[in-house]
Each structure stands twice: as structure tokens, then as C-alpha cells.
């Protein structure tokens, strides 16, 4: 061969090393991207944000005595109503007296807890689910909702030791993982409310299949969306009077340690209230990346805000009598607790709202689940009981908490 063409060949197979070397590094790169979970989407490079995940709940459940010493205001007992409950998340009770327990990423199950006024047992009545968090009660049955469909059990307190074959109710819904499992509640209208999540950290999706609150018949038909710009609620409850839906609403990770704020929001409007994902956060800014063009003032504002990164989750009205005055009508709200934040928190909180549905304040009601910056439980549902009394499930404890007040 010629030196001329040692050397054309020299510098053709050079470049056709570096092409592979360079093909090889974005291949690398985007299996990367692709390998990187949604949560981890927008997270700040850095020593102190690289350590931070989403916090593991143990592989069991906590022992009963070693559960977290819970505190509530003067007057108020808090107890342990039932404790080896793996993952334990959404509440309901049945006609009967069974307390319906669902859970999440690592159980799969649903729950019953028989025996509410003796010796408690804690049966499973279905497993090898995906991510069954929404649980509801109505007519004899209860409601699961999975990412990808609801389904009912029909009968079921006649049959918790052989539960019957669900049947499908609705199965419309996207499927996605990322904020997919659901939280779902019966209207006043007799009407089915499901929330559809953001499948991301932040992203501008399809307003017409995610970011939203819609509502179906209980067979499954008419579904028509009730507030849009959702970004994750796991958590809602029909006010007793007005009868008008309020939510709590996780706003997106990774601006900063104290921003966004978790909303707490009233529908107003249903079909047309608007509150803001992903352009406009807490009703104080808009969004770095989705914001350019937009104004917090062509959204709905949050009746409360509840912390940063706070988690917000289940929440109720309390409607019964048990409690003192101040809580009758006040809402009572499960924040879960942040994980992408340095600091962590976790209680009950109490919001009282007035007689013109204005959220005059927001305060702690049961504390206790974080020790030395460490989360010992982390609440997540929350159910009155007939006897006014409230039960709260602990998904990283395994438990649910009984509040009774003795005066």
C-alpha cells in the first residue's frame, strides 16, 4: 500500500472509531435518560439533592410497640386500632362495620378489618394488584381503582373469606405509573370522582386525559371532567353544607426546598375551574420552563396552602358531633410528608373554614411521625367513624390510629 493511501485508510478508520465511540456515548446517555426514574425528572445536580428519593417504607410492619408515640391536643386519646398492615393506605367502611384497608407499591392488597368493636382481625381479600390505592364503599360493594381500571367487588362483607370475581366498572383511564393510582370518593350527586394525575414530574400533557378530576355514573357511563390543572391529588371530600368538592393538590419537586406550596382547593365551578398545572404554582408563580405567557391570575387560587413538599393526601370534613365545636365542619388533612426536602414533616393538620367556605387557618392536629429527621410513620387516609371518633392509616408503620376525645 502507498503512504497516500496508509494514510486516507488511517484517517477513515479513525473516523469511523470516533463516529462508533460518539454513537456509543449518546446511546449511553439515553439509555440513561431513559433508565432514570420520573420522579428523579428536573432534579437539581448536587451533593445534597442527589441523596434524596423517595423515602422506602420498611419491608414490614412496624410492631405494635414499637409504633411512634402520636400526640393530639388536650382532651384527645390516641390508640392503636390495628397494627401488621402492611403498606396501609385508603380507608373506607363497609355497611357492616369492616374497615376496607387498600395499599400501594409494596403490599398490592386490599384489606378487611373485622371485629370493629372486639377482638380485630385483619383479613386479605386481594392481592397481586397494581398500585390499588383507590378504594370506595357504596350498595354492598366495594370500588378499586388501579393506573389502569376500577373494578367491584359486590357483596363483599358476606364473603370477605371467598371474595367474588370484580367486575369492571370503568377502564378508560391512561395506565400511566407516574401519579397514576388513584383516590376515589362518591359524590352527594351520586356520581363516582376519579383523579387522573400528571404522568410526570412536570410536563404539559393532554388536558383532556390527565391533570383532571372527572366523574362517571356508578356503572362506569357519562364521564365528564370536573376541574382540570391537577397535578396529584390523592385525597378529596365533599363539603356538608355547600355539598362543593375540595382536593388536595401535590405541586410539582425540584424548584427549591420551600417552593411550591401543597394546595388545598375548592371546586367552585365543576367543568370549569382551572387551577393552574403546569403553568402556575401554589397561585403565587408561574413555572420556570411552562409559565412563559401566562398569568396566576387566569387560574383558580387555593383555599389554603399547606407547606412545602408537605404531601398532602386524604382528607375529611368532620361532620360528626364527638369532636368539640371548632372541628365540627373543619377539615382534617393527612400530609404524608415531603422526601425531596431536607427538612422532613408529617402530621394531621386541622383547617377550619367559615361560613362563606374561606379557610381561616391551618394547624397541627396529630404530630409525631418524624424523630430526630426521621419519619417514624407517615399518615396518608383518614375516616370518621359512627361514633365520631377517627381512624388514620400509617403506610410506613403498617397501622391505623384511633383519635377519640374523652373531654
Known amino acids: 500500500m502507498r503512504p497516500l493511501q496508509r494514510t486516507r485508510g488511517l484517517l477513515v478508520a479513525s473516523a469511523l472509531a470516533a463516529g462508533f465511540v460518539a454513537a456509543t456515548v449518546t446511546l449511553a446517555q439515553e439509555k440513561k435518560e431513559e433508565e432514570e426514574p420520573f420522579w ?47 403498606d396501609a393506605r385508603g380507608l373506607r367502611r363497609g355497611d357492616k362495620g369492616t374497615i376496607f384497608v387498600s395499599s400501594l407499591f409494596v403490599a398490592g392488597k386490599i384489606y378487611a378489618v373485622t371485629g370493629e368493636k372486639g377482638k380485630r382481625v385483619t383479613k386479605t381479600i386481594a392481592s397481586g394488584l397494581e398500585l390499588p390505592n ?46 397514576g393510582w388513584k383516590f376515589i370518593k362518591f359524590g352527594p350527586d351520586g356520581k363516582l370522582y376519579v383523579p387522573v ?66 394546595e388545598l382547593n375548592r371546586v367552585a365551578n365543576p367543568g370549569k375551574d382551572n387551577f393552574g398545572f403546569p403553568y402556575c404554582h401554589s397561585g403565587m408563580f408561574t413555572d420556570p420552563e411552562f409559565g412563559w405567557g401566562k398569568s396566576c391570575a387566569d387560574y383558580v387560587k387555593p383555599a389554603a396552602l ?46 377550619y373554614v367559615d ?19 426521621q419519619y417514624l410513620g407517615r399518615p396518608v387516609d383518614l375516616l370518621v367513624l359512627p361514633d365520631g371518633s377517627l381512624l388514620v392509616s400509617d403506610d410506613h408503620a403498617g397501622a391505623i390510629y384511633r383519635v377519640s376525645y374523652g373531654g
Open 134 to 179: 383507590g378504594i370506595e364503599f357504596k350498595g354492598g360493594s366495594l370500588y378499586v381503582a388501579t393506573p389502569k381500571q376500577i373494578s367491584r367487588y359486590d357483596k363483599i362483607e358476606d364473603n370477605l373469606d371467598k371474595p367474588p370475581e370484580p367486575v369492571k366498572v370503568f377502564d378508560q383511564l391512561p395506565g400511566d405509573i407516574p401519579h
Open 355 to 373: 361560613a362563606n367556605s374561606k379557610v381561616t387557618s391551618v394547624e397541627p392536629f396529630l404530630t409525631g411521625f418524624v424523630k430526630d429527621n
Open 306 to 351: 399547606l407547606g412545602p413538599h408537605s404531601a398532602p393526601l386524604g382528607m375529611r370534613f368532620y361532620t360528626a358531633t364527638a369532636f368539640p365545636a371548632k372541628y365540627r365542619g373543619a377539615i382534617l388533612i393527612a400530609r404524608h410528608g415531603p422526601w425531596n426536602r431536607t427538612k422532613k414533616y408529617a402530621d394531621v393538620s386541622v383547617a
Open 40 to 86: 428523579a425528572k428536573g432534579r437539581p445536580k448536587g451533593d445534597v439533592s442527589a441523596k434524596m428519593a423517595p423515602v422506602a417504607a420498611p419491608p414490614v410492619p412496624t410492631p405494635a410497640d414499637k409504633l411512634p408515640a402520636l400526640k393530639a391536643p388536650s382532651g384527645f386519646k390516641v390508640e392503636v386500632y390495628q397494627s401488621g398492615i402492611l
Open 197 to 262: 394525575g400528571a404522568p410526570c414530574n412536570i410536563c404539559e400533557p393532554d388536558p383532556e386525559k390527565y391533570a383532571q378530576i372527572f366523574r362517571i355514573n356508578a356503572d362506569g357511563s357519562g364521564k365528564e371532567i370536573v376541574a382540570r390543572g391537577v397535578r396529584n391529588t390523592v385525597g378529596f371530600d365533599f363539603h356538608p353544607r355547600t355539598k362543593e368538592l375540595w382536593f388536595t393538590d401535590n405541586q410539582r419537586d425540584w424548584l427549591s426546598e420551600d417552593m411550591p406550596l401543597d
